[in-house]
């Protein structure tokens, strides 16, 4: 069964104190990995596709990278206005047609 | 442009009392998603709609769930008799339904209490 497995589920940042947010993955075979950004009362925000191990992909202060088994986002020096919750999602080759299959999330907060 | 749209916002129902939700895909895209967020859950696959092939419903948890899309573009997802469970929010999502990469937007989401 695919899966996917984001951590932490809430992470708490001073303003400019760079981190990172966990995806890991299993699936069958991944024909992309996909990032959205939610805030309150929204529907997710695409962010990113990644497709093949190695590759990376880089959005103001937000920098996701992608290996084999799991997904980084880095987020370099940020703002208030990055927190949000960051969804990770996959879409797999076969059999499961385009349905995205979501991880719970990493709720961040920046504090000033 | 336009992006997707659902209406309404919030819906507040009866134990028991039937609902229907509504989705407006960007102009254009070919594939049409539901997905169900609940609290503290990520989100979860409903049903798919892609051109007029037969649509994906693997995702429906029970048969008090339907959905259409009719003329390939506004969709409706109907819950019968609807439960507490029921509750949550409900995401619409469209893409082009490309081979090679397949980005699905969604719509701000309904959510629905059930009472």
């Known amino acids: 069964e695919d899966q996917v497995t984001q951590s932490p589920e809430a992470l708490r940042l001073q303003e400019g104190e760079s981190s990172s947010l966990n995806c890991s993955y299993t699936v069958s075979g991944l024909r992309g990995l996909f990032w959205y950004r939610q805030d309150p009362g929204k529907g997710p925000e695409f962010l990113f596709t990644?497709?093949?191990a190695g590759e990376e992909k880089e959005k103001e202060r937000l920098k996701a990278t992608l290996t084999k088994k799991e997904s980084f986002l880095h987020i370099t020096a940020p703002k208030p206005e990055d927190s949000a919750t960051y969804l990770c999602?996959?879409?797999?080759?076969?059999?499961?047609?385009?349905?995205?299959?979501f991880g719970t999330g990493t709720q961040l907060k920046v504090e000033l | 442009g336009a992006g997707v749209s659902q209406s309404p916002s919030n819906k507040v129902t009866e134990k028991g009392k039937d609902v229907e939700l509504r989705c407006d895909p960007i102009?254009?895209?070919?594939?049409l998603y539901w997905y169900r967020q609940s609290l503290g859950q990520g989100l979860e696959f409903l049903i798919y709609f892609q051109g007029n092939s037969a649509p994906d419903k693997s995702g429906l948890p029970s048969d008090r769930f339907s959905a259409e899309r009719t003329g390939g573009s506004v969709s409706t997802l109907t819950i019968q008799r609807t439960q507490q469970e029921d509750s949550a929010v409900y995401l619409c999502?469209?893409?082009?339904?490309?081979?090679?990469?397949?980005?699905?937007?969604f719509g701000p989401g309904t959510r629905l209490t059930v009472l």
């Open positions: 102009s254009g895209h070919t594939a």
């Open positions: 990644l497709y093949s």
């Open positions: 999502a469209s893409s082009l339904a490309r081979v090679d990469t397949d980005t699905q937007y």
């Open positions: 999602a996959v879409q797999i080759l076969t059999g499961g047609g385009n349905k995205l299959t």
